[in-house]
């Protein structure tokens, strides 16, 4: 799926029937080979959060991961972060489709990341959800900046707190997690025993959701089931499209 990954990824990032996963390759400056660049896995005609095996496996253990959606500061990169920004009007649609695609899901806790874009996209989801424990915010307010390093030392805390919270047997449904797509890009590289060098090959969008099981449990290995699953939000994804009279699209 990407290049340099060995065989120990086999099933760790998972393909389906019918799945679409797409790669981007970006020229470099200085010209030699492209940077490749994960910018969607697994893409099926289901919902990425309903139920099924993962690699051939049941799990009962799984992590939503639900990115923040659009807001007031935001860039086109996503990265490094552009401030603690509420969401505008397009940010609240995203965040009440997210809300709409895990109505029916058993959500144990939803966790989010104390910036004001991230926290009112959990509230919006929470709204839309009955019997829920309340929103742990604040896990992830040591994120520095923009400072890569920083940010991947300070997600592996983070990453072991979702793991202890899927730990806790008293916890039988889904946890939610919402951050900025870079904190979720540094997350799933955790799940993948990765190294920081990996943080420019995997791409999310505002209001995605990408999908971890684990079916050894919290202490096995993750299997990425979907990334940057987008198709809830239908024409408020990014760049969102608007049809003219001619039909054309801008």
């Not at 058993?106 to 929103?135: H, Q, R, W, Y």
């Not at 047997?169 to 919402?178: M, Y």
Request: with cysteine; charged share 20%; aromatic share 6%.
């Amino acid at each position: 799926m990407i290049a340099g990954l060995g065989v120990e990824y086999f099933r760790c990032l998972l393909q389906s029937n019918c799945g679409v996963s797409v790669l981007d390759f970006i020229p470099r400056p200085e010209g030699g080979s492209p940077d490749i660049c994960l910018d969607r896995l697994n893409q099926t005609p289901g919902s990425p959060v309903a139920g099924g095996k993962s690699g051939g496996r049941d799990t009962n253990k799984r992590i939503i991961l639900v990115c923040n959606g659009s807001t007031q500061g935001n860039t086109e990169n996503g990265f490094p972060f552009a401030g603690d920004h509420p969401m505008n009007m397009l940010g609240v649609i995203q965040s009440q489709k997210s809300a709409e695609l895990l109505l029916d899901l058993k959500v144990s806790s939803i966790i989010s990341s104390p910036n004001k874009g991230c926290f009112e996209t959990a509230m919006t989801i929470s709204k839309d959800l009955s019997n829920f424990p309340p929103i742990q915010p604040g896990w992830l307010n040591r994120i520095d900046d923009g400072l890569r390093t920083t940010l991947w030392d300070q997600s592996e805390k983070a990453w072991q707190s979702l793991l202890d919270e899927i730990s806790n047997e008293s916890s039988k449904g889904v946890l939610v997690a919402v951050a900025h797509p870079a904190i979720h890009i540094a997350l799933m590289g955790h799940c993948l025993n990765m190294t920081k060098e990996w943080l420019g090959s995997f791409h999310l969008d505002e209001g995605s959701v990408s999908v971890l099981d684990f079916p050894d449990g919290p202490k096995g290995r993750g299997v990425i089931r979907c990334i940057n699953y987008t198709a809830h939000l239908g024409r408020w994804s990014i760049p969102f499209t608007r049809s003219t009279e001619d039909g054309e699209e801008f």
